[in-house]
Nanobody
Framework: QVQLVESGGGLVQAGGSLRLSCAAS????????INWYRQAPGKERELVAT???????NYIDSVKGRFTISRDNAKNTVSLQMNSLKPEDTAVYYC???????????WGQGTQVTVSS
């Protein structure tokens, strides 16, 4: 059973920082690309950051230079360090992967990030 569990969300003032974590189980973690998505109220879910099994990373333009995605294969976790947060970063953040054998997508339950102005 594949499970992704996010943690680390909360309320922060603009300019502040938060660190999100995604703990994975039920997969061979080291060979999976892991993504962070977010969904703001009334908006579509968008891909924020990606880290491949070789630790190559990619970000949407709006978070480049502010967010950093990283992975710890020994702990089966991926983190998203978010600095210089803006009110427009307010959203529910989701961890996501596609299991390499079944090609099924898996999502975490989401963690709320709220940035006050």
């Amino acid at each position: 059973q594949v499970q992704l569990v996010e943690s680390g969300g909360g309320l922060v003032q603009a300019g502040g920082s938060l660190r999100l974590s995604c703990a994975a189980s039920g997969i061979i973690f080291s060979i999976h690309t892991i993504n962070w998505y977010r969904q703001a109220p009334g908006k579509e879910r968008e891909l924020v950051a990606t880290i491949t099994r070789r630790s190559s990373t990619n970000y949407i333009d709006s978070v480049k230079g502010r967010f950093t995605i990283s992975r710890d294969n020994a702990k089966n976790t991926v983190s998203l360090q978010m600095n210089s947060l803006k009110p427009e970063d307010t959203a529910v953040y989701y961890c996501h992967t596609i299991e390499v054998r079944s090609l099924r997508p898996y999502w975490g339950q989401g963690t709320q990030v709220t940035v006050s102005s």
